[in-house]
């Protein structure tokens, strides 16, 4: 998994609540899900028109933000059903970072997973964000600090974001949950040797026929 330390970039803003993982990747593309062509239907009922063109009025296909690397959204992003490919097609897109006021549960988990960080903060916050974030203001810079969980904002402001010490460690050194467990592996090793030791007839039973 990639690493996420510093993230300096363009801010999108999408004031819209409620939006869900089959607005993020519609179902019928979950069959054929490939990890690395998702972004091609992300936001897609938002995304395009009917025809198939690019819908002028969608934040990510107007010039300023087509490079944009954090998402400022409404409340509840990315509730509904459960599926990783929401979040395999925002990273497909660039986009590290969401800030929202909440978020789907297994969403949010599932963002940890693929190196994206959510950010929860208060809606009179979202609210200053998403008018520095502007409209059709690409240029302005927004900066995410992981180490010191810090967000910076065009204007200068600093606001510090909750995350827990793992999963701050986590994005850091790039480990989903199984690159975390086998940090582990030496510790573990050393347990089996003692418990093998304490407890045989534990590891005796597994040889039984």
């Known amino acids: 998994m990639e690493k996420l330390q510093l993230l300096q970039g363009v801010a999108a803003p999408l004031p819209r609540a409620n939006i869900d993982t089959d607005i993020i990747t519609p179902a019928k593309y979950l069959l054929d899900s490939n990890r690395e062509t998702m972004h091609e239907h992300t936001f897609e009922p938002l995304r395009f028109l009917a025809d198939g063109r690019d819908n002028p009025d969608f934040v990510l296909n107007k010039p300023a933000y087509r ?111 199984v690159g975390q467990t086998l940090k582990e592996d030496d510790a573990t090793a050393t347990f089996q040797i003692q418990d093998r030791a304490a407890r045989p007839w534990i590891y005796e039973l597994g040889s039984i026929v």
């Open 67 to 177: 490079n944009a690397v954090i998402l400022i959204t409404g409340r509840n992003f990315g509730c509904g059903s459960s599926r990783e490919t929401a979040v395999w097609g925002l990273l497909g897109m660039g986009i590290r970072c969401v800030i929202a006021e909440s978020f789907g549960d297994i969403f949010f988990n599932n963002c940890f997973q693929n190196s994206v960080l959510p950010i929860r903060l208060p809606g009179e916050t979202i609210a200053k964000l998403l008018a520095e974030a502007g409209d059709d203001q690409g240029n302005t810079q927004f900066q995410v600090d992981v180490a010191t969980r810090t967000l910076t904002t065009p204007s200068g402001r600093t606001i510090t974001f909750d995350l827990t010490p793992d999963r701050q460690t986590a994005l850091l050194e790039g480990l989903d949950e």
